[in-house]
């Protein structure tokens, strides 16, 4: 039995955890026996709602609505000092107590503040949940294996920045072939006209030729 990582308002013994909480010393902070046991440990003078997704029974809750008061809830664990808030507007910031698994990938750790309540509360389990820098918070739980940044920069250090979309390369520009320049046939010359020869010296007679009219050549025999 361990948080119900549905909501976080009581127990269950689904096979929704976090990778890291099967190390071995984080797993006997982590699980328990029963229901109840695990109501006891987390939510202490708390509603616990125990929901059985195994059908493994395991009792009922220590602490339930009206139930009897099994005393004050222990005082929550100082642990490891986070590193000073650098003032940030971002609401995943509140309340961050340091580095700890992303409960949302479970491929690396984070600053944030989704981490269940119980792990302030539980003595001890604080120390075992967060880090001071993300390199202890990658040792601590993903050693040996690829160890994501999902820092939202409420420790310091700013948030990753996301990868760049590189730029299109642009297409290479091809000038068009100009037209080959055909220069304009030149208008031939006109030959001047011949001059004309000197007129016979008989004048005018009938076409010696032709015999249809009359010319002023000089064919006259």
Excluded at 116 to 131: D, E, R, S, V
Excluded at 152 to 174: D, L, N, V, Y
Aim: glycine share 10%.
């Amino acid at each position: 039995w361990h948080i119900d990582r549905k909501d976080d308002l009581g127990c269950t013994n689904d096979d929704n955890y976090v990778e890291a909480w099967l190390r071995e010393d984080v797993k006997v902070k982590m699980f328990s026996s029963t229901s109840a046991d695990c109501c006891a440990k987390f939510f202490q003078n708390k509603e616990c709602q125990v929901r059985d997704f195994c059908g493994g029974g395991g009792g009922e809750p220590a602490t339930t609505p009206g139930g009897s008061d099994p005393g004050p809830a222990p005082s929550p664990d100082p642990g490891p000092a986070p590193s000073p808030d650098p003032g940030s507007d971002n609401p995943a910031c509140e309340e961050s107590q340091g580095w700890h698994v992303d409960l949302e990938e479970n491929d690396g750790c984070t600053d944030d503040n989704n981490y269940p309540p119980p792990w302030l509360m539980q003595p001890g389990m604080k120390a075992k949940m967060f880090a001071d820098t993300l390199s202890e918070c990658c040792t601590k739980f993903f050693s040996g294996k690829d160890c994501k940044d999902h820092g939202k920069g409420c420790q310091g250090a700013p948030a990753p920045e996301p990868e760049a979309t590189p730029k299109p390369t642009p297409q290479p520009f091809t000038k068009p072939t100009p037209k080959p320049f055909t220069k304009p046939t030149p208008k031939p010359t006109p030959k001047p006209a011949p001059e004309p020869e000197s007129c016979p010296k008989y004048g005018w007679h009938v076409h010696k030729a032709k015999n249809d009219g009359c010319s002023d050549d000089d064919d006259v025999l």
